[in-house]
């Protein structure tokens, strides 16, 4: 087997695309590590970001003082490390007692690796200047490729999307088909940027399916779909609480499906076994109909606030109840707050390990803040069988 010194050197080259260290074992340190290659002044350096709260932190290394950096950081204060590279995927495990677990998985096709340039300009995924054939269809991109003005909210919010993907692309298999379900797609700006990076720049063998309520809404994206030859890629009428056919899903997206709706994706999520879960919850007015606090009277009998309050509340009850589930979960925030204040993202990727729900227990009971998520995850005795 090789050893971290062995691995590190051949996974840290001009081939590598992204490097991400996770499990951090102090609270005084990032939870997770992005690292890059990136050009500055001619000189290939490799960054490094974190985010500390609201702030995201760089720092650039050469080749020797990252190598020298992800030793240290594999020796105590992280337990994971994913890389992506144009020929080979990598990942390290270590142990509390501090056993490294290496595997290497080369991959069937070489992608290209993008060495970005290191300036003031925002790099994105999906650059702007290259045309996109949905991103022009759907209104956000010119023929040539130019970003429209008033579609430029848009086009930030999918190329930020894009990025949460990227984290989390070494959970996802390339040895088998991959199966994403994207609960309320409406018109599907996100399910074909999913798709094109999924699948056309990446090399993944994805099947996407789109899920709405409207049928003119599917009717269109299925035209878009099949004018492209995407031909995994799938839109269909439904309903998110009724939705069957599938027995297994890797990855499940449910981007402002309204109130109720959104806990019903997430249980569906959870049913699946899904091993990622992307949520923009919106609307969430079943816990402001609902709360009552006397402790909080003061503050609850402001409306606005009482609305703001329920909201973050009940995505923070959400993100409990999918760890009580086996999840990691965290709350990032989707586009700038400036332009909705409701643009926050859970993101929950499975780790098999469950926690408890006592806190959360008094919390919601203290509230009078049960979830119909909770009620699904969770159904009482009496309930079970339940149509």
């Not at 099949?226 to 297994?248: R, V």
């Not at 309050?309 to 086996?326: C, F, W």
């Amino acid at each position: 087997m090789k050893t971290l010194q062995e691995f590190l050197e051949e996974q840290i080259s001009e081939e590598l695309i992204l490097a991400v260290l996770s499990g951090s074992r102090k609270k005084e340190i990032p939870s997770r590590v992005r690292i890059r290659p990136v050009e500055l002044k001619g000189r290939i350096l490799y960054q490094a970001s974190s985010t500390v709260g609201t702030k995201v932190f760089h720092e650039n290394y050469t080749r020797k003082e990252l190598l020298a950096y992800m030793e240290q950081a594999l020796a105590g204060d992280y337990s994971q490390l994913q890389v992506q590279g144009s020929s080979t995927d990598g990942s390290v495990l270590v142990s509390k007692k501090g056993k490294q677990t290496i595997k290497v998985k080369p991959h069937a096709v070489k992608k290209p690796a993008k060495i970005l340039s290191h300036n003031r300009v925002k790099q994105y995924i999906l650059p702007e200047g290259k045309p996109v054939p949905f991103l022009v269809d759907l209104g956000v991109m010119s023929l040539e490729g130019k970003v429209h003005v008033s579609a430029y909210d848009k086009y930030k919010q999918i190329n930020r999307f894009l990025e949460f993907i990227e984290d989390i692309l070494p959970r996802l298999s390339r040895d088998r088909e991959i199966t994403i379900v994207d609960f309320g797609c409406g018109k599907s700006y996100l399910t074909f940027a999913m798709y094109y990076f999924l699948r056309e720049l990446r090399g993944y063998d994805v099947n996407i399916i789109g899920l709405d309520l409207k049928a003119d809404v599917i009717e269109n994206c299925s035209r878009l779909a099949e004018s492209y030859g995407y031909d995994k890629l799938h839109f269909c009428q439904g309903d998110i609480a009724g939705y069957e056919g599938l027995q297994k899903v890797d990855m499940v997206v449910t981007l402002h499906a309204c109130d109720k709706a959104t806990d019903y994706a997430l249980a569906k999520a959870v049913e699946w076994d899904a091993e990622v879960i992307f949520s923009v919850p919106c609307c969430q007015h079943e816990l402001n109909s609902k709360i009552s606090s006397e402790l909080l009277e003061p503050v609850l009998k402001y409306g606005i606030l009482k609305e703001r309050m329920s909201a973050l509340i009940t995505d923070g009850i959400r993100a409990n109840l999918l760890e009580s589930k086996g999840y990691s979960t965290q709350i990032l925030e989707f586009i700038d707050m400036e332009h909705t204040p409701k643009n926050l993202l859970i993101r929950a990727v499975k780790n098999g390990k469950e926690q408890s729900t006592d806190k959360l227990k008094k919390m919601t009971e203290a509230l009078n803040g049960e979830l119909t998520l909770e009620q699904l995850l969770y159904p009482r005795d009496n309930e079970k069988g339940a149509v």
